[in-house]
């Protein structure tokens, strides 16, 4: 499908125009009748014509920058679902494991979306925007036309003023003097960040197996290399672990930037996975943990990984240097799909 290839460069898409023109201004597609939805029951595109404002985000909910694009949502859903905007969320599936809308629909709750949710399973609404990547906005005025659209992060303060443009010419709608808008991050002092990347055949980085006794040339590779070590296995989407839980069967990555995620689930094991994560050979603390990470009795820090979905990993507040990551499992059947990384200046900033 061409949402796979296309969301690789959209994965690296740090900002893309906001308000893209479209002088003919097409008529919206249809939601699919026999999508199922979460937050809401079915909602027709007809029903809102005339009534709404309509916002449709396609988002992936194992993809860091829709992720965080969510949380922009979110604030325009609070500030404006009471005048006249309504915001669809489009969830279109990357793996097998999030075409599941029973899983999709726990992500949601764990993401505390507030805005109803479409679970594009098929991928038949992506093709009918001709969309290309995540997070991507279409802005649909009342008559039902499309006025506006984005792809990426960022220009969030340009796309609100188009939010703003449509309420008014639906019901004009103006907000309070003072009220608090989106302003976009300055791009300064940002650090570098390792460009995201899948695993797996289909899509996939080449990986090198390396044996047990050869460690060192990871910690001597370059920015992004990745390595395996130990009993992995790869297939078209990921690489998957089929040892036993040894200390020397090993994930090696070499990353730099603000935070690290990896997209990791429990594989056809049927059971959660341990995966243990160490960052320059030492075990995380609090100060460079990711948001999923726990630690056992012996404050070993580790992912559970009880299904598929994106995990927050590390963060580092130094903005320039190279780290070692590992990621020993703690026995068969975890996967690992993909690595998601971002700079200092990605995250959104707060409205002001």
């Known amino acids: 499908m061409r949402r796979l290839a296309a969301a690789l460069s959209a994965a690296a898409l740090l900002a893309a125009p906001a308000a893209a023109l479209r002088p003919l201004k097409p008529p919206a597609p249809p939601f699919p009748e026999d999508a199922a939805w979460v937050n809401s029951s079915g909602l027709p595109m007809e029903l809102l014509r005339g009534r709404r404002v309509v916002l449709v985000a396609f988002l992936n909910l194992g993809n860091l920058r829709s992720r965080r694009a969510a949380q922009v949502l979110t604030r325009w859903w609070d500030r404006y679902a009471l005048s006249g905007l309504m915001i669809v969320g489009v969830h ?109 055949s289909r899509r996939g980085i080449k990986t090198r197996k390396l ?47 603000a935070e690290a995620a990896a997209i990791l689930s429990p594989g056809g094991s049927g059971r959660s996975v341990k995966v243990f994560v160490k960052l320059d050979n030492l075990w995380l603390h609090a100060g460079n943990a990711g948001p999923d990470v726990r630690w056992d009795d012996t404050d070993r820090s580790y992912v559970l990984v009880d299904e598929g979905r994106l995990y927050g990993l590390s963060k580092d507040t130094n903005k320039d240097r190279l780290h070692e990551m590992s990621l020993f499992p703690d026995g068969p059947g975890a996967a690992v799909h993909g690595f998601a990384f971002s700079d200092h200046c990605e995250q959104p900033t707060e409205a002001r």
Not at 146 to 163: C, M, N, Q, T
Not at 236 to 250: H, N, S, V, W
Request: charged share 30%; net charge negative; aromatic share 12%.
């Open 211 to 257: 044996g047990k006794d050869a460690m060192r040339p990871v910690v001597e590779s370059r920015d992004g290399e990745l390595a395996l070590s130990g009993e992995w296995e790869e297939d078209a989407e990921a690489a998957r672990y089929k040892g036993t839980g040894t200390a020397l069967d090993q994930l090696y990555l070499i990353w730099r930037g």
């Open 92 to 200: 279109t599936p990357d793996y097998e494991f999030d075409r599941d809308p029973l899983q999709v629909r726990r992500s949601a709750r764990r993401a505390a979306f507030p805005f109803p949710l479409l679970i594009d399973t098929r991928g038949k609404l992506w093709e009918e925007y001709q969309n290309e990547g995540w997070p991507a906005f279409y802005l649909v005025d009342h008559r039902g036309r499309i006025v506006s659209d984005k792809l990426g992060e960022g220009g969030y303060a340009v796309f609100e003023r188009d939010i703003l443009a449509a309420l008014a010419g639906f019901n004009g709608y103006e907000p309070a003097p003072g009220a608090r808008l989106e302003v976009d991050a300055k791009r300064v002092a940002c650090g570098a960040a390792t460009p995201s990347f899948y695993m797996g």
